[in-house]
Nanobody, 126 residues
């Protein structure tokens, strides 16, 4: 069973940067598409970014495009999210997730992802 653990969250001033990590100590993540989602208080969990199994394909939500970068290191069984130019609107709990779906196109719906981490808090202050 895959167990994901996020880290790297924290409080950062507007315009600052953070890098989130998501590691698995269990089975290899290399066969799964991976994604980041976030959930702000009182709001639905929303898609942030996804990456294909080998890392050659990525997709981003419009709200983070050009500021966030998703990457993965399958040799370390770890997923990353580099967040630059953070804004107060980025404040949320960030979750990593893995999907067993097949196909070329990356999925953005949370229902397509089968296992999740516990989340890490990111707070952007103004």
């Amino acid at each position: 069973q895959v167990h994901l653990v996020e880290s790297g969250g924290g409080l950062v001033q507007a315009g600052g940067s953070l890098r989130l990590s998501c590691a698995s100590s269990g089975p290899s993540l290399a066969t799964y598409a991976m994604a980041w989602f976030r959930q702000a208080p009182g709001r639905e969990r929303e898609f942030v970014s996804a990456i294909s199994q080998a890392g050659g394909s990525t997709v981003y939500a419009d709200s983070v495009k050009g500021r966030f970068t998703i990457s993965r290191d399958n040799s370390k069984n770890t997923l990353y999210l580099q967040m630059n130019s953070l804004e107060p609107e980025d404040t949320a709990v960030y979750y990593c997730a893995g999907g067993r779906y097949l196909g070329v196109e990356l999925r953005t719906a949370k229902e397509e992802y089968n296992f999740w981490g516990q989340g890490t808090q990111v707070t952007g202050s103004s």
